[in-house]
C-alpha cells in the first residue's frame, strides 16, 4: 500500500464549479503538506503548503489538513477551463531524514468543462 | 527571475548506454533535488543536494547518481540504461536549508529503446 493515495481521476465539472481535491496518508511523521498543479509537459508548479492542521487560504484556492484523520484536501471555487490540470498532493517527511524528500500522490486529473 | 532550467528537454538513448542530465537552479538557490516521474509509479524523490553535498537520497540503485557544482548546477547520471528507466526526469531548487518549497523546472523526457 502506498504512503499517499489520491484518486486519479479524471474528475470533470462545469466551469464555475467547487471543486474537492483529496489524499490519505498513513505516515503521521509527515510534517508539510503541499498542493502542486501539473499541466501536460510541464514541471509541477507549487500552489499551497501547510504545516498544520486547519485551513489556509490563497485566492480561490483552500488547502485543509486533518491531522488525526491523515487527509488533506484542495478546494478550488468558481472554477475555470485554465484550471485543468493534474493536481498533486505531496508531503515531507521529518527534519531528520530530509525535509525536501517529498512523497506524492499519484495526483488527480482535473477537467472544467467551459 | 528565471525560473529552473534543464538541458536536454528531450534524450534517446539505447539499453546499456549512459546519459547525463543538467539542471540550473533559480538564482540564489542552493538546494537542487532529482525526481522521477512515471505513469506506473508517479513522482518519486531520487536525492537531495545542498552546498555540493548530497543530503538524501531515495529509493533507487546505484546506476542512478548525481553531483552538485559551487554554483549550485546539478547534474545526474544513470549508467547502464534499462528500458524501465524511461521517464520524465524533474529537477527541482530550493532557497536554503531551512525552507520547505521547492520549485520544479520542465524536465527531461528520457527514452530508452
Known amino acids: 500500500q502506498k504512503e499517499v493515495e489520491q484518486d486519479p481521476g479524471p474528475l470533470s465539472v462545469p466551469e464555475g464549479a467547487i471543486v474537492s481535491l483529496n489524499c490519505t496518508y498513513s505516515n503521521s511523521a509527515f510534517q508539510y503538506f503541499m498542493w502542486y498543479r501539473q499541466y501536460s509537459r510541464k514541471g509541477p508548479e507549487l500552489l499551497m503548503y501547510?504545516?498544520?492542521?486547519g485551513n489556509k487560504e490563497d485566492g480561490r484556492f483552500t488547502a485543509q489538513v486533518d491531522k488525526s484523520s491523515k487527509y488533506i484536501s484542495l478546494f478550488i471555487r468558481d472554477s475555470q477551463p485554465s484550471d485543468s490540470a493534474t493536481y498533486l498532493c505531496a508531503m515531507t517527511p521529518p527534519e531528520t531524514t530530509g525535509r525536501r524528500a517529498l512523497t506524492f500522490g499519484s495526483g488527480t486529473r482535473l477537467q472544467v468543462q467551459p | 527571475k528565471a525560473g529552473v532550467t534543464q538541458t536536454p528537454r528531450y534524450l534517446i538513448k539505447t539499453r546499456g548506454q549512459q546519459v547525463t542530465l543538467s539542471c540550473s537552479p533559480i538564482s540564489g538557490h542552493r538546494s537542487v533535488s532529482w525526481y522521477q516521474q512515471t505513469p506506473g509509479q508517479g513522482l518519486q524523490f531520487l536525492f537531495e543536494?545542498?552546498?555540493?553535498?548530497?543530503?538524501n537520497k531515495g529509493n533507487f540503485p546505484g546506476r542512478f547518481s548525481g553531483r552538485q557544482f559551487s554554483n549550485s548546477r546539478s547534474e545526474m547520471n544513470v549508467s547502464t540504461l534499462e528500458l524501465g528507466d524511461s521517464a520524465l526526469y524533474l529537477c527541482?531548487?530550493?532557497?536554503?536549508?531551512?525552507?520547505?518549497?521547492?520549485?520544479f523546472g520542465p524536465g527531461t523526457r528520457l527514452t530508452v529503446t
Open positions: 501547510t504545516y498544520s492542521s
Open positions: 527541482a531548487s530550493s532557497l536554503g536549508d531551512r525552507t520547505y518549497e521547492q520549485y
Open positions: 543536494y545542498f552546498s555540493e553535498t548530497q543530503r
